[in-house]
């Protein structure tokens, strides 16, 4: 058994109450002494149930525990390869690695001196209703990146946070209404080639496989 398997390894809760009704959580860290001890705080959780090895996928929110934010821990981070937000505790944060983790899945960070069980607890609930938990310092600096981000990658090449031109927003926006792209060409005044390789572009960029795909990444960055 690798470490990743060893780190995936589960325990079923040995509190009572359905297990369909509280968040389902996966618990993988580095090394097996952090991997017991939050496996053991968040099995003792009436509300939380701590998945076995099997549902691992099946899971609301991952708890993926490290000392260090560096590359291979992103890295294993991306290998646990998580559909469900993540809790990240860490004892040091690199903040260089933070769009890395976000990109991940990452949606709420703790330091591990400050993870209590009560704060690592509503850490997971939060995570698992949608919400985030980062602290003041960790948010500022995720902001200044995305803000550099935007200002030395996406405006030189005339694209926002969504990765699209304006000229795509605008096919991307009347693709919604419904519009083929014979409609959208008249529309906007190009040619129908012009507007399918427009749309072409879009899906090859953002490794979208249809157009429908494209309008439901234009709705869930908001450029829609």
Not at 122 to 128: E, F, H, P, Q
Not at 135 to 148: A, F, I, K, N
Not at 167 to 188: C, F, H, M, N, Y
Request: include cysteine; aromatic fraction near 2%; glycine fraction near 8%.
């Amino acid at each position: 058994m690798n470490q990743a398997e060893q780190a995936a390894h589960r325990v079923r809760p040995r509190t009572a109450g359905n297990p369909a009704e509280r968040h389902r959580v996966a618990v993988w860290a580095a090394d097996p002494i952090t991997l017991n001890g939050l496996t053991q705080t968040l099995m003792g959780r009436v509300e939380l149930f701590v998945a076995t090895s099997e549902l691992t996928e099946d899971v609301d929110v991952l708890v993926f525990a490290a000392d260090r934010l560096t590359t291979e821990v992103v890295a294993a981070l991306r290998r646990a390869g998580s559909t469900a937000p993540v809790v990240l505790v860490a004892g040091e944060l690199d903040r260089s690695h933070l769009l890395g983790v976000v990109e991940c899945g990452v949606v709420a960070v703790l330091h591990r001196s400050a993870a209590t069980e009560e704060r690592l607890v509503g850490a997971v609930t939060v995570a698992a209703n949608g919400g985030g938990v980062l602290p003041p310092s960790v948010l500022g600096d995720l902001l200044r990146q995305v803000q550099e981000l935007h200002e030395e990658v996406l405006a030189p090449r005339g694209l926002n946070a969504a990765g699209l031109t304006p000229r795509e927003i605008d096919v991307v926006r009347l693709l919604a209404e419904g519009l083929d792209t014979e409609e959208i060409g008249k529309q906007l005044r190009y040619s129908e080639r012009t507007v399918k390789n427009i749309i072409h572009a879009m899906t090859s960029r953002l490794k979208l496989r249809n157009r429908a795909q494209l309008v439901a990444h234009g709705l869930r960055t908001g450029v829609i």
